[in-house]
């Protein structure tokens, strides 16, 4: 599996952190920025991680930023991205297991780095379940055309 990861500046610190358990859980990343903690905006890497996965160039993307609200509404504005502020293992399970959401928006300044990482993992070894969720998916492909 391929993951796209990028972060503001107020997620660098914990998108370090969070590289380190894509390579332990043995898949391939890339880094999209920002690369230091200087003020970043977070626009910048949240449209590049979300083209990219939209594109299908990487299967998933994980966005950090300080609360994940302003990484979440900037990924869903790119067409073919359902990207899902997770707070909790529950929500990152639902978010991958029903809406088939293909970005997991984080908050560095809502979580410890250990309930992450733990968000981090549900969301990367949950599988869509298909069924009853992929008619409700398609009903948001043509929101996306309107």
Same mark, same amino acid.
């Given at each position: ?6 972060? =503001? ?26 690369? $230091?903690?200087?003020?970043? =905006? ?20 994980? !966005? ?11 990924? @869903? ?10 707070? @909790? ?9 029903? @809406?088939?959401? @293909? ?33 409700? !998916? ?7 055309? $309107?």
């Amino acid at each position: 599996m391929k993951i796209r990861i990028g972060s =503001d500046h107020r997620g660098f610190a914990l998108k370090i952190e969070l590289i380190s358990l894509i390579q332990h859980m043995g898949y391939q990343y890339e880094d999209e920025g920002c690369f $230091d903690e200087e003020s970043a =905006d977070y626009p910048d890497p949240a449209g590049q991680v979300a083209r990219k996965v939209a594109k299908e160039t990487f299967d998933l993307g994980i !966005l950090i930023c300080g609360t994940g609200i302003g990484m979440s509404i900037a990924a @869903n504005k790119v067409s073919g991205i359902r990207a899902a502020l997770c707070s @909790n293992e529950l929500y990152a399970f639902k978010a991958r297991q029903h @809406n088939d959401a @293909n970005i997991l928006c984080i908050g560095s300044e809502a979580m410890s780095s250990l309930q992450a990482t733990e968000v981090v993992k549900t969301f990367l070894t949950t599988e869509f379940e298909g069924g009853r969720h992929v008619r409700r !998916l398609e009903k948001i492909r043509r929101l996306e055309k $309107d």
